[in-house]
């Protein structure tokens, strides 16, 4: 053996005689999500797989894009409005810088996603709202895209599949927003009295005037598990009625208790139940 080999540095730990390095599971170096239900950290990788569904059943919140790409066909959305977004019609104190940090923030123009897709190789038309973006509120812009929709699925015979999850209408926008009730119901009106089916999914939390206009207007109202659906908020309602609510008061299992939905589907199972409605209507269409 040469000499200099003696006076040569170690390249790695088995030329230093010790111990190989530890090398840490990929999943140890990954940002993780505490389930408010069981307490259960997941690494965000493995919610994505599983359509961000702790394994206690409680389903995370999850964005429009999302959504949408678990919910249709590959490859089968196509956008429609994508370029309509809200203004500070009222000169609401801070609108305008929060929609702009929102927009930023969210990566999307408005609270809803419209477009055309197919489910289970039935078209349909779509709508999915984002949490992410002031948590779905109701605006001018979000009431306006849903109208157009139900336009567009009457004139092209297309059933319509609504995603919901809204605090309610956008206080920013005041009576403007609260006109968008009466403007969706009509043409979601409109859409049925052409014989054509609207499938609603709530997802948590659906609240205030979306859950008073178009999330209870569809023909099958499906909601995810656990959601909250309601009108007024919990805290409100026992401040008013001077009473202690039941457990689970506004949850969906008690909602379909009460007969106000009509089934509650988990997340992994909701394409094949969508794609089941939507080929026995075009069945008997």
């Known amino acids: 053996m040469a000499l200099d080999a003696f006076f040569k540095k170690?390249?790695?730990?088995?030329?230093?005689?010790?111990?190989?390095?530890?090398?840490?599971a990929e999943t140890e170096y990954e940002m993780s999500e505490k389930c408010p239900e069981c307490g259960t950290e997941t690494p965000l990788s493995l919610l994505w797989e599983n359509l961000h569904v702790c394994r206690c059943g409680h389903c995370f919140r999850m964005n429009s894009r999302q959504r949408i790409r678990f919910l249709t066909d590959k490859d089968s959305f196509?956008?429609?409005?994508?370029?309509?977004?809200s203004v500070?019609?009222?000169n609401f104190p801070g609108y305008k810088n929060k929609l702009e940090?929102?927009?930023?923030?969210?990566?999307?123009?408005?609270?809803?996603?419209?477009?055309?897709?197919?489910?289970?190789?039935v078209p349909c038309a779509l709508f999915v709202m984002e949490p992410y973006f002031m948590m779905g509120s109701?605006?001018?812009?979000?009431?306006?895209?849903?109208?157009?929709?139900?336009?567009?699925a009457a004139e092209k015979r297309l059933p319509v599949i609504g995603c919901t999850v809204s605090g309610g209408a956008r206080m920013q926008e005041g009576i403007l927003s609260l006109m968008q009730m009466a403007k969706t119901s009509g043409a979601i009106k409109r859409h049925s009295d052409c014989g054509l089916l609207y499938i609603t999914v709530i997802t948590d939390p659906t609240t205030g005037g979306v859950t008073a206009s178009f999330a209870m207007e569809?023909?099958?109202?499906?909601?995810?598990?656990?959601?909250?659906?309601?009108f007024a908020g919990a805290r409100l309602v026992e401040q008013t009625v001077r009473k202690k609510l039941p457990a689970g008061f506004q949850k969906a299992e008690t909602t379909l208790e009460h007969g106000f939905i009509d089934m509650?589907?988990?997340?992994?199972?909701?394409?094949?139940?969508?794609?089941?409605?939507?080929?026995m209507h075009r069945a008997h269409a």
């Not at 940090?101 to 190789?121: F, L, N, P, Y």
């Not at 109701?138 to 567009?152: A, H, R, S």
């Not at 997340?267 to 139940?273: A, D, F, V, W, Y």
């Open 10 to 24: 170690p390249r790695n730990e088995l030329e230093k005689g010790g111990r190989p390095p530890v090398v840490r």
């Open 101 to 121: 940090s929102i927009r930023a923030q969210a990566r999307e123009k408005e609270a809803v996603i419209c477009g055309e897709a197919s489910v289970g190789g």
């Open 88 to 90: 500070d019609l009222l």
């Open 138 to 152: 109701m605006g001018t812009v979000v009431g306006e895209k849903i109208t157009k929709l139900f336009e567009y």
């Open 218 to 230: 569809g023909d099958v109202i499906i909601a995810e598990p656990g959601a909250t659906i309601g």
């Open 264 to 279: 509650i589907v988990p997340r992994s199972e909701q394409r094949r139940i969508i794609g089941t409605l939507l080929a």
């Open 78 to 85: 196509t956008e429609l409005w994508g370029d309509m977004e």
